[in-house]
């Protein structure tokens, strides 16, 4: 760790919202103390945002806070009373060291349709669930599955994938480099019907497309038996229920990295601690909104947000302090299909001491703002 002779003591950063103010008599020249400058930082501050508020947490089997901290990659589970669909989201562990994840639990789908109902209609049925999803049921449809009762309501549910996900890496812009990464799960209701013909499941999808997709069940991981893309619509035909996933095939084209100041000004210092606030970025912001955006969420956790921060100053005397506080971020520009995309997503935070000044005449004391 760099040692640095000003008046200066150790600076690191803490989390907190408050300001302190610094008061303090005459200052003193005499002495030049060794300034040692802050170590990274190593622990993740998650914060989980849920609907419904009461949602339970645990993080790798442990139940945690609503923001809790973390050291280690590990699997989030989100769950509420037996009325909701328990979500399980994957953490793993990046640059930024402050990560928000929206969670949005959705009610277990059902509706007024019986597999009896649909096997005698004579026409068409339809059934439709959240967020403008449904299910088309052909007319004079067979289920087959034995264990399915005939009496089991059909119904359909969509959440959004949430998860942190690996740093993004540049391929080669070729379609074989394309990935599946989730974005949509589709409860199908009833678990484990399966129809002597296909059923179509189809869920809003804004800006779809010129985007590529695939869909796949969530136990053997097989594929729809088609898949058709709309402007604002996803549809699949499977020949069985339970979980099907959309999935958005992307690859990385370029990533060019850039900094932002997050906090740029002077600070009175007094010997002990000293402290100034500054905003952290979380989350990610996009040029394409739609079900691009939500793919994005899917991989950063969040749209872009704002954390609270302080940084604290500890210093052997008085004086004022000039400091710069940045942040890394990446501007990451995907392909999917024909279509390109950007994405911009922060990562890791420094701080830099640009200067220290001994003379405080005429202040008894200060404070540090963002």
């Not at 328990?86 to 959705?106: P, R, S, W, Y």
């Not at 309501?153 to 959440?159: D, H, S, T």
């Not at 956790?301 to 400091?323: D, H, M, P, Q």
Request: glycine share 8%; net charge negative; with cysteine.
């Amino acid at each position: 760790m760099k040692k640095i002779k000003f008046l200066l003591g150790i600076l690191t950063i803490a989390a907190s919202t408050s300001l302190l103010s610094s008061c303090f008599s005459d200052p003193t020249f005499d002495e030049k103390p060794e300034v040692t400058l802050p170590s990274a930082e190593t622990t993740y501050t998650i914060t989980v945002k849920t609907n419904p508020a009461d949602a339970k947490l645990t993080y790798n089997g442990k139940p945690v806070d609503k923001t809790f901290t973390t050291k280690e990659n590990g699997e989030l589970v989100v769950s509420a009373d037996d009325s909701y669909v328990a979500q399980t989201i994957n953490v793993v562990l990046g640059e930024n060291k402050n990560i928000v994840l929206d969670v949005t639990l959705i009610k277990k789908p059902t509706s007024n349709t019986s597999v009896a109902d649909a096997e005698a209609s004579t026409s068409e049925t339809e059934v439709n669930g959240n967020n403008n999803s449904s299910i088309v049921i052909p007319a004079g449809i067979t289920q087959t599955n034995e264990s399915v009762s005939d009496d089991a309501k059909f119904g359909i549910g969509v959440y959004n994938v949430v998860a942190v996900t690996e740093e993004p890496k540049v391929t080669e812009d070729k379609v074989e480099n394309d990935k599946p990464h989730d974005v949509l799960v589709a409860v199908c209701e009833p678990d484990g019907a399966r129809f002597d013909e296909p059923v179509t499941i189809s869920v809003a999808a804004q800006n779809a497309e010129g985007l590529s997709f695939e869909c796949t069940n969530d136990k053997e991981g097989d594929p729809a038996k088609s898949i058709s893309v709309g402007q604002n619509t996803l549809s699949a035909k499977v020949d069985h229920f339970s979980n099907w996933t959309f999935s958005l095939m992307a690859r990385v084209i370029k990533i060019e990295e850039q900094e932002e100041v997050l906090f740029d000004g002077d600070i009175l210092i007094h010997a002990g601690s000293n402290a100034f606030n500054y905003t952290a970025k979380a989350g990610v912001s996009s040029n394409r909104n739609g079900i691009a955006e939500t793919f994005l969420i899917s991989q950063f956790g969040s749209k872009l947000t704002n954390v609270a921060k302080t940084g604290t100053l500890s210093s052997t005397g008085e004086g004022s302090a000039r400091i710069r506080v940045i942040q890394t971020k990446k501007i990451i520009t995907y392909k999917s299909g024909n279509t390109q995309f950007t994405a911009t997503v922060y990562g890791a935070i420094r701080v830099d001491v640009l200067n220290v000044t001994y003379d405080t005449t005429g202040h008894s004391g200060g404070i540090g703002t963002n």
